[in-house]
């Protein structure tokens, strides 16, 4: 039996994706099983979901701990290192980034890295940042473990008409150029092991138990969602009529107006979702490249 985890975030397809793998696999003559895991949060932040495939009935109906293969479908969790604790050493990874040597950066001891610009592809096909048909291609190709013509008829369970093709579209160009490189075993220093683990919980000597609102500043964390931003909104002050309506109708509410008088993003926080480019009533707003700016 194999065990591989998908990560995501909101709004990428990650879930959809395991399901449409889990589907190829049967189409295939395997068993498999899949289920999501993501909680009440916003689109954009961190979804995972888990697959198991084999020749036998999977009778498993937990997390995936141990992943013999790890699909990235969003580019800033794949070069984080956080996002592969519990990989198997001498397993394989399919990431989307431009930079395969930032995945060899972190030694993960893996057998297969295969990596992939899924971005571009998803913008150039589909005309969205949606990069789960685009990464299951790739997966094909890397694993060898499903058939293309199996995950199209899976595609076809989930979309129709001119959106099956364009998904189709991304499907094959994830499976034709993604680029994978072989290590030889010997290369693979750590050996596997695995443990058991165990917890201690400490409770306080003297338990207190306090107001809701009580030293709240010392437990609220700060998320910077502007990390998972692959592109940015940038300002026409040409065409900006000063409407303020992308401060109105932006999600997270990081439209300030600045000392200049305009509206700007604050970059720590804006997600680079777009709404205020489709909101903005004199199209003075446009999404650029992080590269490109």
């Given at each position: ?25 049967v ?41 013999d ?15 592969y ?42 005309g ?16 060898q ?13 989930y ?14 160009r ?12 010997e ?23 306090e107001?809701a609102?009580?030293?709240?500043d ?7 969602s502007?990390?998972?931003?692959y ?60 590269e490109?700016?």
């Open positions: 039996m194999g065990e591989l985890r998908i990560h995501g975030r909101g709004g990428q397809g990650t879930v959809i994706a395991a399901e449409m793998l889990a589907n190829a696999f189409f295939g003559g395997k068993y498999s099983s899949v289920f999501p895991s993501f909680g009440v949060e916003r689109r954009g932040s961190e979804v995972m979901a888990f697959a198991r495939f084999g020749d036998e009935p999977i009778r498993e109906r937990t997390r995936v701990y141990r992943p293969i790890i699909l990235m479908i969003d580019q800033s969790l794949a070069e984080n290192k956080n996002s604790k519990g990989f198997k050493y001498g397993g394989t990874i399919i990431a989307n980034t431009k930079n395969e040597q930032n995945i060899m950066n972190l030694n993960l001891k893996q057998q297969i890295l295969a990596t992939i610009d899924g971005v571009s592809i998803a913008l150039e096909e589909i969205l940042a949606i990069t789960n048909t685009c990464m299951l291609g790739a997966f094909a190709k890397a694993t473990l499903v058939q293309l013509d199996d995950l199209k008829k899976a595609l076809s369970m979309f129709s008409g001119n959106v099956l093709t364009k998904n189709i579209r991304s499907l094959e994830g499976f034709n150029e993604v680029k994978i490189t072989h290590f030889e075993k290369e693979i220093i750590k050996e596997e092991t695995t443990s058991q683990v165990s917890t201690t919980i400490n409770y306080p000597n003297n338990t207190t138990f107001s609102w009580s030293d709240v010392e437990k609220l964390v700060t998320v910077h502007g990390e998972w931003r592109r940015r909104p940038e300002l026409d002050k040409h065409a900006c009529r000063l409407c303020g309506w992308c401060s109105i109708y932006c999600p997270v509410g990081c439209m300030k107006l600045g000392e200049d008088g305009y509206y700007h993003p604050d970059l720590d926080f804006c997600k680079g979702c777009g709404v205020c480019v489709n909101e903005c009533p004199a199209h003075a707003i446009k999404m650029k490249a992080e490109v700016i």
